[in-house]
Nanobody, 115 residues
Framework: QVQVVESGGGLVQPGGSLRLSCATS????????TGWYRQAPGKQRELVAT???????NYADSVKGRFTISRDNAKNTVSLQMNSLKPEDTAVYYC?????????WGQGTQVTVSS
């Protein structure tokens, strides 16, 4: 069974940094587009960043210049480096892997930005 597992969330002060990681198994990772999405309380899930199998990236305007997505095809992982965090970045962050009509989600990791 396919597994998508996020880690690295937590509580951080405004202006701080966090690094999220996502490990996958039982998929041909190097053909999948992977990405991070987030959902704040009372809001819809939204795209944060995606990275294709060949490394093309796409970011939400709200995180451009602050967040960086990367992937390691040898380790089947995708990461999200988050800098200059703001309270409005507070949300549950979800990892996604999609290809060939399939879309797999992790269980989410909480990121809270608060003083």
């Amino acid at each position: 069974q396919v597994q998508v597992v996020e880690s690295g969330g937590g509580l951080v002060q405004p202006g701080g940094s966090l690094r999220l990681s996502c490990a996958t198994s039982r998929i041909t990772f190097n053909i999948y587009t992977t990405g991070w999405y987030r959902q704040a309380p009372g809001k819809q899930r939204e795209l944060v960043a995606t990275i294709t199998s060949i490394g093309n990236t796409n970011y939400a305007d709200s995180v451009k210049g602050r967040f960086t997505i990367s992937r390691d095809n040898a380790k089947n992982t995708v990461s999200l480096q988050m800098n200059s965090l703001k309270p409005e970045d507070t949300a549950v962050y979800y990892c996604n892997a999609r290809a060939l009509g399939n879309s797999f989600w992790g269980q989410g990791t909480q990121v809270t930005v608060s003083s």
